[in-house]
């Protein structure tokens, strides 16, 4: 079993729609989780992070987590053509104590 | 605020040279920093951890011989690939971690912009 799990797309929605992007972890003493974009040729950038179980809103950005199910998402409210990129979930803590990245999910947002 | 430059940001060397890559935290101290190899359509995957004025931690399956990392200051990691080949041909990427943080659960890196390799 992978550490950081993702579906690697391509997700295809509409502009202006909600994109919804998944990712599932499995070392249950991970402490922090991040998600980051990245533009093809690029680095990652970061969008947001989140530590505590819930939502965390961030402009048209929601990060959700759930650490009793090992799952963390990301909504993109009124998605944008610029919106598409790869998004990167990232896991920190638990056993490794590292940074650790998922494959990503390619998202395009269809104008 | 949170800056990272690497340099080259791309360079094209012939097989057997080496390579120098340089890491800076441009407006923080960075204590530890990472280097990441990431492959096309692949995600990153961490080469090394440098921490500051001590031997860097390779990750299983890296060569620390042909992978010489360099944390001489606070603000500067070095990667050199050495005798580089073709198959070394990737896109390397630095972070850093802000030792002001401060709270012990947030672990944020700030990525560098990358350095494309490619051996010839």
């Known amino acids: 079993q992978k550490e950081v799990e993702q579906n690697s797309g391509p997700l295809s929605v509409p502009e202006g729609a909600i994109a919804s992007l998944n990712c599932t972890y499995s070392d249950r003493g991970s402490q922090s989780f991040f998600w980051y974009r990245q533009y093809s040729g690029k680095s990652p950038e970061l969008i947001m992070f989140?530590?505590?179980?819930g939502d965390k809103e961030d402009g048209r950005f929601t990060a959700q987590l759930n650490k009793a199910s090992q799952y963390v998402s990301l909504l993109i409210r009124d998605s944008q053509p610029s919106d598409s990129a790869t998004y990167l979930c990232?896991?920190?803590?638990?056993?490794?104590?590292?940074?650790?990245f998922g494959t990503g999910t390619l998202l395009a947002v269809q104008p | 605020g949170a800056v990272v430059s690497q340099h080259p940001s791309w360079v094209i060397c012939k097989s057997g040279t080496s390579v120098k890559i340089e890491c800076r935290s441009l407006?923080?101290?960075?204590?530890?920093m990472f280097w990441y190899r990431q492959f096309p359509k692949q995600s990153l995957m961490l080469m090394a951890t440098s921490n500051e004025g001590s031997k860097a931690t390779y990750e299983q399956g890296v060569e620390k011989d042909k992978f010489l990392i360099n944390h001489a200051s606070l603000t500067l990691s070095t990667l050199t690939v050495t005798s580089a080949h073709p198959e070394d041909s990737s896109f390397y990427i630095c972070?850093?971690?802000?030792?002001?943080?401060?709270?012990?659960?947030?672990?944020?890196?700030?990525f560098g912009p990358g350095t494309r390799l490619t051996v010839l």
């Open positions: 989140i530590y505590s179980n």
């Open positions: 972070s850093a971690r802000n030792t002001l943080a401060g709270f012990q659960a947030f672990r944020e890196q700030f």
């Open positions: 407006d923080f101290q960075a204590t530890t």
């Open positions: 990232a896991v920190y803590g638990g056993a490794t104590n590292k940074l650790i």
